[in-house]
């Protein structure tokens, strides 16, 4: 009985062993509270949108090219640093495009987070790096156009994740509704790459920044 006592303490007097992760303070918020706050009446400007949803393409981008994809992107996974840069976190459902002898890997189905995870997610257990493009074309849709109310959200995003976006939205951003239509295809190869969409971008941002005037035909 003594000796259980003395074991006992020994266990406890036993040096711990802590793990800190150091992880980086993103003072401006979330995009959730960007598109929350222009929802509720705070200007937002077209050329704004591209430019912050070119940074988060570049982020996707440089994932993939080290063969991994995210699998969990949605606002509240992009965060704003003090000085307005760009950045996307929580890492924890991330994982390899294929494995070490290049085969695809089997994966868990239901991954991620439902209003924005891709269909093959749902109920495919092969699947690839397509599967962070489906969240990305959601995303550009909601940093592009209001949404007043949680209803109106709801009603919205079902025909959203079938790619049919608003009339009045087709209208405004002729050009827009037509890539992230691409990004919302159900079928993962018919679904631009991040590259791609980083081309088509920055073709958008040129034209926000040195508009071509009416009277003049190109």
Request: glycine share 8%; hydrophobic share 35%.
């Amino acid at each position: 009985m003594n000796g259980m006592k003395t074991n006992a303490s020994s266990k406890s007097n036993a040096p711990k062993t802590y793990l800190y992760i150091q992880m980086e303070y993103c003072g401006g918020g979330t995009l959730n509270k960007w598109i929350t706050e222009r929802n509720s009446g705070v200007t937002r400007s077209k050329k704004e949108a591209l430019d912050i949803f070119q940074k988060i393409v570049n982020g996707v981008e440089y994932i993939h090219s080290q063969e991994h994809f995210h699998r969990d992107l949605k606002p509240d996974n992009i965060l704003f640093g003090s000085d307005g840069t760009v950045k996307i976190g929580d890492f924890g459902l991330v994982t390899t495009i294929t494995n070490r002898n290049g085969a695809s890997i089997e994966r868990t189905m239901g991954k991620g987070t439902e209003t924005y995870m891709s269909p093959e997610q749902e109920d495919q257990s092969t699947y690839d790096e397509k599967v962070d493009i489906f969240p990305l074309g959601l995303i550009f849709f909601e940093l592009l156009w209001r949404i007043g109310t949680g209803m109106e959200r709801a009603k919205l995003w079902v025909g959203l994740r079938r790619g049919e976006l608003p009339e009045e939205f087709r209208k405004e951003y002729t050009t827009e509704h037509v890539l992230i239509r691409k990004m919302l295809s159900e079928a993962p190869a018919n679904r631009p790459g991040a590259k791609d969409i980083s081309k088509q971008l920055n073709v958008l941002l040129k034209e926000q920044t040195f508009p071509i005037p009416k009277n003049i035909t190109v």
